[in-house]
């Protein structure tokens, strides 16, 4: 099952056998009494004479090498300076040895003290208890009663045992027992391995770096065939099958760092070296991850078993290699750590020995980064750049190694860069949504993006009445001024009031209080971009005039006639009108009633009315009208008509809400959401639509439509909503 050679030879009674840490290996000579030192380059060296028929070898937690002499019923020590310690006397018989990891030395024993019967010298003796010397020096019993005790090994908790069976139970040619080592060096129910009569006499045994026991035994039996002096391997599943046969006499076993078996073949005097197959070579693998396994690809002796371990531990993720020897293993991993991946190569799919590890680090980790904004325009701004800075913060990546990737609005996030910094070009006016995310080496991005709104408008108020600072009487007053509407649509309100909007003038009637502090205009667009002034002025008297200036209507399309009728005038007042605001009387006289003024160009106009009392009071009441251009109204709302539309068409409610007065919302939701299945079709239940006339703050246009072979016409109205903007108010 394994590359063998002839290590050393030499020896007349080679028996334990025990390998360092450097791959050098020790072997007691019981008929020489001696223990020798073969170095990797196969030089030998004696290091003990004059011992009383050595057999066990063990190294204790320092690496120094304890040896059980039969003969003397002692375990010696061989300290470094060669000096030699006596651990334990005055027993019978200790054959073979093992250090737990505590530190605690058990002996194999024919019994813990010597009596008076002479020591036979031909080994026909066995022994048959179980001794442990703790770390304390105190020496006790650990398990006894068994049948030709002959080797043992030590691990994780457990003794394992290589005897003839246990005195009182019927006889067995061999058995391998698993005994739990309780606190205090006491044995817990001991518990045979393997299948009866699979091998016979086991005389000692070692414990590959997988948990397997490999033993010597005078006979093996597997799968119907049997094998003298033979290398048996029990696997933790309890099977037994063949490692190499037909030696002298195979007595004690070791394994080095590598892997590879040293065995002590009795009477040929030889030690064989079985050489455990090379490291598997893996693929290259990512050393972050967040996935909670890894796939570990490589490749290594072809029909070789494949055992995967993370950070020493006793679960093993297992696949067999290939034919040609390549495999893939899935691992699982420890979360948020780092993990150290071993994979070990066993000759013929399990059944030879297990080479060194191939190692590899995987550093978990599924807890993402966190990212901020550190710089960013300020909102509003006219300008149509801007430039963002960010940083982010990660408990495993450093920081700069992070990745950013960015959006603007609802865009698709750009590809993850190093870069901490983007200017954003070509913005145009609205409110925009800036967000950024951090991305770890392990692929975790932030899941709550840093992100800063802001406001680009390049509209620019300017108040022309009243003047910033004013003082002015309490009431309705006439706020006029210009907004740059980089031919976009605009609503502009002051203190909540839409104003009328023509070009780029606007004009609103605002009441006023005492408790008015400041004019606040908003200018918005369609787009959701909004300039803001707050224009402070001084508010004096009471609310107290008796005057009200009736426009009919206030707004239309050229040309446009509009009836005056000025309420709570007294009949000795006399007034004069200005109704194109050009600074020129249009009318004096007592009355009002009946007078009409034609605009014949669009605009924004804004007539006052002076009233001049018997005491020759002035005061001035104003009013604002507007006159559309018919066809730049009928474009400006035919483009909504289909911008609602064509929303409708692709399904999107939410947009086509947009072109719904702010009022008549829920009810055209409920409409549109229970018409979903139609929306594709929608062009043929919301046709075209004609312009009939603009009546006050109303646009009124007809939709016609052939139902069952029957034209029917629909009216459309449009308003200007609260916040200045046209919208469709009811069809």
Known sequence: MAPASVWARGFLQPRGVAVNVHGVVFVADRLAGTVTRIAPDQSMTVVARGLERPVGL????????????????????????????????????????????????????????RGTDPEPDDESAEPEAILALTPTGALTIFADGFRALRGIVSSDGVLYAATDGR??????????????????????????????GSFTRPTALAQDRLGALFLTTQELSTDG?????????????????????GLDHPQGLGFDAAGNLYVADGPSGRIFRFLSPPAPELDPLAVFTNEPSVRVRGSAAPASRLDGRVDGGGSLFTTQGGASGGFALTIALTRNAANTIEVFATAHRGDGLTGGPAEATVRHDDVPPETTITEGPSSPTDATTATFSFVGVDDVTPAGDLRFAWRLDDRPFSEFAESRSVTLADLGDGAHTFEVLARDRAGNADPTPATRTFTVSRSQIALVEPAPGATVPAGLSLVRGTVATGGQELGVTVNGVAAAVYGNTFAALVPLTETTTSLQIVATTAAGGSAYQDVPVTVTGAIDSPFLLVTSPQSGVAPLTVGFTLLGASASATLQADFDGNGAADFAGPRLDGQVFTYTQPGLYTPLVTVIDAQGHRATVPAVIQVFDRAILDGLLQSKWMALRDALRRGDVGQALTQISARARSRYQQAFTTLTPDLPAVDSILTDVRFIRVRGPEAIFEMSRTDAGILKSFEVRFHVDADGFWRVRSF
């Not at 129910?189 to 299948?195: D, E």
């Not at 065939?225 to 046969?245: C, D, E, M, W, Y």
């Open 167 to 196: 005195r009182g139970e019927p006889m067995a040619d061999g058995a391998v027992f698993e005994i739990p080592i309780l606190p205090g060096a006491r044995a817990g129910t001991a518990r045979a391995l393997g299948f009866p």
């Open 58 to 113: 063990a190294f204790d937690s320092e690496g120094r090498l304890l040896v059980a002499e039969e003969r003397a019923g002692r375990v010696t020590r061989l300290e470094r300076h060669g000096a030699r310690t006596t651990l334990v006397s005055g027993v019978k018989q200790p054959r073979w040895l093992d250090v737990a990891e505590d530190g605690t030395v058990f002996i194999a024993a024919r019994r813990l003290t």
């Open 225 to 245: 065939q049997r094998t003298g002096r033979a290398i048996a391997k029990l696997h933790p599943n309890g099977r037994v099958s063949l490692f190499a046969g």
